[in-house]
């Protein structure tokens, strides 16, 4: 089974900050790799799918990018709107499996 | 407009059992594949089980291969995940999630239901 992680858990910053967030992988996944944001009490909202390919509709400001066992995920420039938690996700074998997530805070 | 609405959550004993459904519209159900995904209270989302577009192969969690069973209902567009033998870490929001595309390597999620609380306590 392919274990996913996500560094920081948590992280602190001000709207305009750049941020970024990590995500491994135990094994590489090629570039089979998607990003959720997920605001408290709601549903997971989907961003970013093969690891770099932005969602119809999602900001410019949110960018994706590696491959094999390390992705990142880029907000240019922190808008109040962001501050949420997001997740990774590996889809390049079942059993499916997620990051811990990070909480992006206002700092 | 894609929707999903999950029912039948609950409060249940350990050793019970649940049925959750997933009525979907907005979209040809048949062509998708479908899964649940859980959270428990204040953690990370954790993939339970999925349905493959053909409907001929279903996946399971480690934690809930032979108590969980997900089924579907082409004709009533809807999803079930039917829960036995709940322990109480099975206590998590359930949502379900359509698959982004039919067919090749595309089993992420674009739309979620909102959510059916499940929670396994005497």
């Known amino acids: 089974d392919i274990q996913m992680t996500q560094s920081p858990s948590t992280l602190s910053a001000s709207v305009g900050d750049r941020v970024t967030i990590t995500c491994r992988a135990s094994?590489?996944?090629?570039?089979?790799l998607a990003w959720y944001q997920q605001k408290p009490g709601k549903a997971p909202k989907f961003l970013i799918y093969?690891?770099?390919s932005l969602e119809s509709g999602v900001p410019s400001r949110f960018s994706g990018s590696g491959s094999g066992t390390e992705f990142t995920l880029t907000i240019s420039s922190l808008q109040p709107d962001d501050f949420a938690t997001y997740y990774c996700q590996q889809y390049r074998s079942y059993p499916l499996s997620f990051g811990g997530g990070t909480k992006v805070e206002i700092k | 407009e894609v929707q999903l609405l999950e029912s039948g959550g609950g409060l249940v004993q350990p050793g019970g059992s649940l049925r959750l459904s997933c009525a979907a519209s907005?979209?040809?159900?048949?062509?998708?594949?479908m899964s649940w995904v859980r959270q428990a209270p204040g953690k990370g989302l954790e993939w339970v089980s999925a349905?493959?577009?053909?409907?001929?192969?279903?996946y399971y969690a480690d934690s809930v291969k032979g108590r969980f069973t997900i089924s579907r209902d082409n004709s009533k567009n809807t999803l079930y995940l039917q829960m036995n033998s709940l322990r109480a870490e099975d206590t998590a929001v359930y949502y379900c999630?359509?698959?982004?595309?039919?067919?090749?390597?595309?089993?992420?999620?674009?739309?979620w239901g909102q959510g059916t609380q499940v929670t396994v306590s005497s």
């Open positions: 349905f493959s577009d053909s409907g001929s192969s279903t």
């Open positions: 999630a359509k698959r982004y595309c039919t067919g090749g390597d595309c089993s992420f999620f674009d739309y």
């Open positions: 093969k690891a770099s």
């Open positions: 907005g979209f040809t159900f048949s062509s998708y594949g």
């Open positions: 094994q590489s996944i090629s570039s089979w």
